[in-house]
């Protein structure tokens, strides 16, 4: 389990960010209505004694390279005991959505990109001292022939191989909005496959909280 006052980051892109204060998102200034207050919650009514920080530096729209940009002064410099870092989805739009959402000169990431950004952000993390939790993206939708949902596969494939190269935690969320769609339909969760109300964000709390528990600070 986390130790007393141990500082947990949460980063990534839209689905962190959920409207989350700035400068920095806390219990304090508002965490956002997404995962990251839901898992601030679970901890502070589950181990009120460990006094867990929980801060939330997503920002939507980032991708995996606008993310490690501002790893250093956004995120790390806040000093987490433990950070989650959950991006490539804005990688993986922008193959599908310029022309129509962006304009043509927006840039346009490949995979091998993708896997650069986040290998660098996990040496940058571990250097630290601090303990890393990998998080794939989803794509709620359970054909996996579905062009979009095949190419977050790809990506989350990358994420799983360098969590088990580095060593990281690792929280396979794709593989939990899965177990749910067996039983229920994805417009449950999300009207645009992407952005998950209230029950796909407890969903990926649920998830995370299962693997920070693993966690020996």
Same mark, same amino acid.
């Given at each position: !389990?986390?130790?007393?006052?141990?500082?947990i980051?949460?980063?990534?892109?839209?689905?962190?960010?959920?409207?989350r204060?700035?400068?920095?998102?806390?219990?304090?200034t508002?965490?956002? @209505?997404?995962?990251?207050?839901?898992?601030?919650?679970?901890?502070?009514?589950?181990?009120?004694e460990?006094?867990?920080?929980?801060? @939330?530096t997503? &920002?939507?729209? @980032?991708?995996?390279?606008?993310?490690?940009?501002?790893?250093?002064?956004?995120?790390?410099?806040?000093?987490?005991?433990?950070?989650?870092?959950?991006?490539?989805? @804005?990688?993986?739009?922008?193959?599908?959505?310029?022309?129509?959402h962006?304009?043509?000169d927006v840039?346009?990431?490949? &995979?091998?990109?993708?896997?650069?950004?986040?290998?660098? !952000?996990?040496?940058?993390?571990l250097?630290?001292g601090?303990?890393? #939790?990998?998080?794939?993206?989803?794509?709620?939708e359970?054909?996996?022939?579905?062009? #979009?949902?095949? !190419?977050?596969?790809?990506?989350?494939?990358?994420?799983?191989?360098?969590?088990?190269?580095?060593?990281?935690?690792?929280?396979d969320v794709?593989?939990?909005?899965?177990?749910? !769609?067996?039983k229920?339909?994805?417009?449950?969760?999300a009207?645009?496959? #992407?952005?998950?109300?209230?029950?796909?964000?407890y #969903?990926?709390?649920n998830?995370?909280?299962?693997v920070i528990?693993?966690?020996?600070?």
């Amino acid at each position: !389990m986390l130790k007393k006052y141990a500082r947990i980051g949460i980063t990534g892109a839209s689905v962190t960010d959920c409207g989350r204060a700035r400068p920095v998102g806390c219990r304090n200034t508002g965490l956002g @209505n997404g995962y990251a207050f839901f898992i601030d919650t679970a901890l502070s009514a589950l181990y009120p004694e460990q006094k867990i920080w929980v801060d @939330n530096t997503g &920002i939507a729209g @980032n991708t995996s390279r606008a993310l490690l940009a501002r790893l250093d002064d956004d995120v790390l410099s806040r000093k987490p005991d433990l950070l989650i870092i959950m991006t490539g989805m @804005n990688n993986v739009w922008r193959h599908f959505d310029i022309g129509t959402h962006f304009p043509e000169d927006v840039e346009k990431l490949d &995979i091998e990109h993708f896997e650069d950004d986040v290998r660098q !952000m996990i040496e940058k993390t571990l250097a630290t001292g601090c303990k890393l #939790i990998l998080a794939t993206i989803f794509f709620l939708e359970p054909n996996k022939n579905d062009p #979009i949902r095949k !190419m977050c596969d790809e990506y989350n494939a990358v994420v799983k191989k360098l969590a088990d190269e580095y060593g990281t935690y690792f929280c396979d969320v794709q593989a939990a909005f899965d177990k749910f !769609m067996e039983k229920e339909s994805a417009y449950l969760l999300a009207f645009d496959r #992407i952005h998950p109300n209230a029950t796909g964000h407890y #969903i990926i709390a649920n998830e995370l909280l299962k693997v920070i528990e693993t966690v020996e600070l």
